[in-house]
């Protein structure tokens, strides 16, 4: 009987020590029951805009502190986080993790961390994706409530100036008559007649100036003529006297 209750003992203690470690992680506090790093709000694909509340669970048996960080997608590296706040060192469960005013980054779409620190310096983490900040929002055009009258357009007319009519009368084809081709319309101006042209003036040419200075043109010709025929005759008389004069005196 020794050996049964020896194993009866044992079992005993077992199940004791099993109950106490049962009561314990029943009474311990909430945020040290279990590994919580999550983000409730804003989840994947939420368009949010203006002063938001991020919320969710950070929490862990070994927790030291909490950190939350945004970065614009796409993500180039760990240097692109960029903290929302202060680092936390009370655990949060199902609760206001950090609050970011998104009105101090351009309109797009970004990524959250949330990154659980341990007191060994390991962490975990967890990210929410294509958060869409959008705080430029279109303004609205207002509608008019009840029936609206469209206008009607006002036509304006045009003068055309008259247009030339030409009327051609295709010949009909017959070889034993042929019809002359026949234009209807405005003809020019017509020509003027000889009967309103300009008379022609009849010309006078006075020659009595023109004979008299064609007289008066000759005999002042004729007297220099004669001027210089007596200028020679002299000259011929005066060039004998002296050549007779030289012979006499040799």
């Not at 351009?106 to 990524?111: I, M």
């Not at 207002?142 to 609206?148: C, D, I």
């Not at 100036?209 to 005759?233: D, E, M, Q, R």
Request: aromatic content about 8%.
């Amino acid at each position: 009987m020794r050996p049964y209750r020896a194993i009866l003992i044992t079992s005993l203690i077992v199940l004791l020590l099993s109950g106490v470690s049962i009561w314990q992680a029943a009474a311990a506090p909430p945020e040290q029951q279990a590994d919580l790093a999550f983000i409730s709000f804003p989840g994947d694909n939420e368009v949010v805009r203006g002063v938001i509340s991020i919320t969710g669970s950070a929490a862990h048996p070994a927790f030291d502190r909490f950190q939350v960080s945004y970065a614009r997608e796409p993500v180039a590296g760990n240097n692109a986080w960029v903290a929302v706040g202060i680092e936390r060192q009370d655990p949060v469960i199902n609760g206001e993790l950090a609050i970011w005013d998104t009105t101090t980054v351009p309109d797009g779409s970004y990524s959250l961390r949330l990154r659980v620190i341990r007191r060994d310096g390991n962490y975990s983490e967890i990210e929410t994706n294509q958060v869409v900040v959008a705080n430029a929002v279109p303004t609205e055009t207002p509608t008019l409530e009840g029936p609206q009258e469209t206008p009607t357009p006002t036509i304006t007319p045009t003068s055309i100036p008259p247009t030339l009519t030409v009327i051609v009368e295709q010949p009909v084809v017959d070889t034993a008559t042929p019809r002359a081709l026949v234009l209807a319309g405005e003809l020019p101006t017509p020509r003027p007649t000889s009967e309103g042209s300009l008379p022609i003036p009849d010309v006078i040419i006075d020659t009595a100036p023109i004979k008299s200075g064609c007289l008066w043109g000759g005999g002042a010709i004729l007297l220099v003529f004669l001027f210089f025929g007596f200028l020679s005759a002299i000259r011929v008389f005066v060039m004998g006297f002296v050549d007779r004069t030289s012979h006499r005196r040799r």
